[in-house]
């Protein structure tokens, strides 16, 4: 690969790996915004030296990271994306599989970030997210028995207490531990009366918020997290000791 002035140096002895650094470099920084083209294969050959092979490999590097997303076709080639919060579940899935790991074990993980996420999310939230949370709830009421929408407002449910605490480390690490651990992806059904109980389990952590009590959200949060492990050991109980798997 041949250096160009004012350009950055991508010597080394993996040149793709280099080069796709170097690309993701606008597109972390928010320089290049989502729905945005990046340049063709040609033009990355031109203004980084690179051959075909590298600038390909590069762009598949970006890829499987979830930055950019590969389009054939007139008016395709690589569109920059943001990568969702649960992105890391498959990568961390892989290894849990290699690691040995079971579904009690991620649970486990769970219960020891997820309280401390509504914690903070205590501390920190607003009344219009404390609205959105009482809005989730009041379409799992309306809709008791509905599958399709308990999964949707479960997930919208634990994805707003995470983003209300305002803790970027801890959202990501919950959110790829749900993806993994939920137990709706591994074959869990919920009765109409089960899904009530959730619907009230989400209406405690709420008032602790609304009343902006930190231990009682926690408390809540681990009593409602608890009481799905207990379910699952009841009327699943191969679950918890079934291995992660990377896919199902």
Excluded: C
């Excluded at 294969?41 to 031109?46: D, I, S």
């Excluded at 809005?135 to 919208?156: I, P």
């Excluded at 970027?168 to 869990?188: E, Q």
């Excluded at 619907?199 to 952590?205: E, I, K």
Aim: charged share 25%.
């Amino acid at each position: 690969m041949t250096e160009r002035p004012g350009q950055p140096s991508l010597r080394g002895p993996k040149t793709s790996q280099r080069l796709a650094h170097v690309l993701a470099q606008p597109i972390l920084s928010g320089t290049v915004p989502p729905g945005e083209r990046l340049p063709n294969e040609q033009a990355m050959m031109a203004l980084y030296g690179a051959g075909r092979p590298t600038v390909r490999e590069a762009l598949r590097l970006l890829e499987a990271r979830g930055l950019i997303t590969l389009k054939t076709g007139p008016g395709g080639g690589p569109i920059v994306r943001r990568p969702p919060k649960d992105s890391l579940s498959e990568a961390l899935s892989l290894v849990l599989q290699v690691e040995g790991a079971s579904f009690a074990d991620v649970t486990d993980a769970r219960m020891a970030l997820e309280p401390v996420l509504a914690r903070r999310a205590a501390e920190r939230i607003d009344d219009a997210r404390i609205a959105e949370l009482e809005d989730s709830v009041a379409q799992l009421r309306a809709n008791r028995g509905g599958h399709e929408v308990f999964v949707t407002q479960n997930q919208r449910f634990h994805g707003l207490v995470a983003e209300a605490a305002h803790s970027v480390v801890l959202d990501v690490f919950v959110s790829t531990l749900k993806a993994i651990a939920d137990g709706v992806r591994v074959g869990v059904q919920y009765s109409a009366r089960k899904q009530s109980a959730v619907a009230d389990a989400h209406q405690a952590v709420i008032d602790a918020f609304k009343a902006r009590d930190p231990d009682r959200a926690e408390a809540a949060m681990r009593e409602h997290l608890a009481e799905a492990e207990r379910y699952w050991r009841h009327r699943y109980p191969e679950l918890m000791t079934r291995p992660v798997q990377w896919t199902y």
